[in-house]
């Protein structure tokens, strides 16, 4: 198993750009979550999903939209891309909500830098 | 609302020695608790977890946690570091009984083991 893949690794924007983020994770899982990561500030939710064909908004979801068209894959869109994005992005998935008892796993992220 | 407070950002320690990393959170009910960790460059796993009964927890690579309820904390000890334990550890707490699974995160705490 891959696990939790996340495409790109890197990318540089230019504000104002758009871009996709890409989760994909071959293990079944039932939810699917984006954090941002910053410094001092540990990660904070963007987005979920509970299921294919749902999405909910998290912590910090303003200027972020995302999609789950197939159980396996999460997208993370950023429609306008500005300077205070500029993060290291992480998706993760879990099996199956067992009243917050579930082990989330992590891709290996990305690092997105907007100009 | 659920809170999760990691007071060290940083923790220097030198090879052999113990280290202990300090979390406390905040919720009106119960929890689930985690400590996850991210080595360089690479995503998060997950360390340990308390969901219930014994409040001393064992997890990987040697470390262990202990759940006290009455100081509301989840420290998280290892009783001899080694070089390869530098990483960022992040402790996290859990929607208890919730739909979503979702994740709080402390700020981080940054493991510099030093030979």
């Known amino acids: 198993n891959a696990g939790v893949t996340q495409t790109p690794k890197f990318r540089v924007l230019k504000t104002g750009q758009s871009m996709t983020l890409l989760c994909a994770q071959d293990?079944?899982?039932?939810?699917m979550y984006w954090y941002r990561q910053d410094p001092g500030m540990g990660l904070r939710l963007i987005h979920y999903?509970?299921?294919?064909?749902?999405?909910a908004k998290g912590e910090v979801p303003d200027g972020y939209n995302v999609s789950r068209l197939k159980k396996q894959n999460f997208l993370l869109g950023l429609e306008s891309a500005a300077p205070s994005q500029t993060s290291v992005y992480f998706c993760a998935s879990s099996y199956v909500a067992g009243a917050g008892t579930d082990t989330q796993y992590f891709g290996p992220g990305t690092r997105l830098t907007v100009l | 609302a659920q809170s999760v407070t990691q007071l060290d950002s940083q923790v220097p320690v030198f090879e052999e020695a113990p280290v202990e990393l300090r979390c406390n959170y905040s919720s009106s009910v119960s929890v689930y608790l985690f400590w996850y960790v991210q080595y360089p460059n690479q995503g998060l796993q997950l360390l340990l977890k308390?969901?219930?009964?014994?409040?001393l927890v064992k997890g990987i690579n040697g470390f262990e946690a202990e759940f006290n309820k009455s100081q509301t904390s989840f420290h998280l000890r290892k009783p001899s570091v080694h070089i390869s334990d530098t990483a960022e550890y992040f402790c996290?707490?859990?929607?208890?009984?919730?739909?979503?699974?979702?994740?709080?995160f402390g700020t981080g705490t940054l493991l510099a083991v030093q030979p």
């Open positions: 996290a707490v859990s929607d208890y009984g919730g739909a979503t699974n979702k994740l709080i």
């Open positions: 293990m079944n899982h039932e939810y």
């Open positions: 999903s509970v299921g294919e064909g749902t999405t």
């Open positions: 308390y969901l219930s009964g014994s409040t």
